[in-house]
C-alpha cells in the first residue's frame, strides 16, 4: 500500500520559512517524480513545484504571484523522502499543501498525471 506523509507545515509570521517533507513508502521512490501543489480556501489545488526522478529536472509553478526564487524543492532517494524549502513566506502562501508522486516523468504541472496523494499539511502566514 502506497503511502504518502507530509509534514512540517505549522503557522509562521510572513517572511519566515518552513520546510515541508513527504516520506515515502510502499513504492519503489526513485522510480517516480513527486510533486507539490496546494489548495487554498476557495480555490482550486495549485501546482507549486515538481521533481523529477533522479533529481536533474525542477519545475516551479510560473504564476504572477511565483513561488519561484523563494521555494526550493529536493528530493533524498535514500531516504525516499521529498522536501519543500519555503522562505520569504506571504499570507497568500496559506493553504493545504500536498505531495503527489507520478510514474510518468512528464506533464508534471498537471494533478491529473500523479497516481498517489498525501493527505496534506496546513501551512498557515500570518501577516
Known amino acids: 500500500q502506497v503511502q504518502l506523509v507530509e509534514s512540517g507545515g505549522g503557522l509562521v509570521q510572513a517572511g519566515g520559512s518552513l520546510r515541508l517533507s513527504c516520506a515515502a513508502s510502499?513504492?519503489?521512490?526513485?522510480?517516480?517524480?513527486m510533486g507539490w501543489f496546494r489548495q487554498a480556501p476557495g480555490k482550486e489545488r495549485e501546482f507549486v513545484a515538481a521533481?523529477?526522478?533522479?533529481?536533474?529536472?525542477?519545475?516551479?509553478?510560473d504564476t504572477a504571484d511565483s513561488v519561484k526564487g523563494r521555494f526550493t524543492i529536493s528530493r533524498d532517494n535514500a531516504k525516499n523522502t521529498v522536501y519543500l524549502r519555503m522562505n520569504t513566506l506571504k499570507p497568500e502562501d496559506t493553504a493545504v499543501y500536498y505531495c503527489?508522486?507520478?510514474?510518468?516523468?512528464?506533464?508534471?504541472?498537471?494533478?491529473?498525471?500523479?497516481?498517489?496523494w498525501g493527505q496534506g499539511t496546513q501551512v498557515t502566514v500570518s501577516s
Open positions: 521533481i523529477r526522478w533522479g533529481g536533474g529536472s525542477i519545475y516551479y509553478a
Open positions: 510502499g513504492l519503489t521512490f526513485r522510480n517516480y517524480a
Open positions: 503527489a508522486a507520478a510514474s510518468l516523468d512528464y506533464g508534471l504541472r498537471s494533478q491529473h498525471t500523479y497516481d498517489y
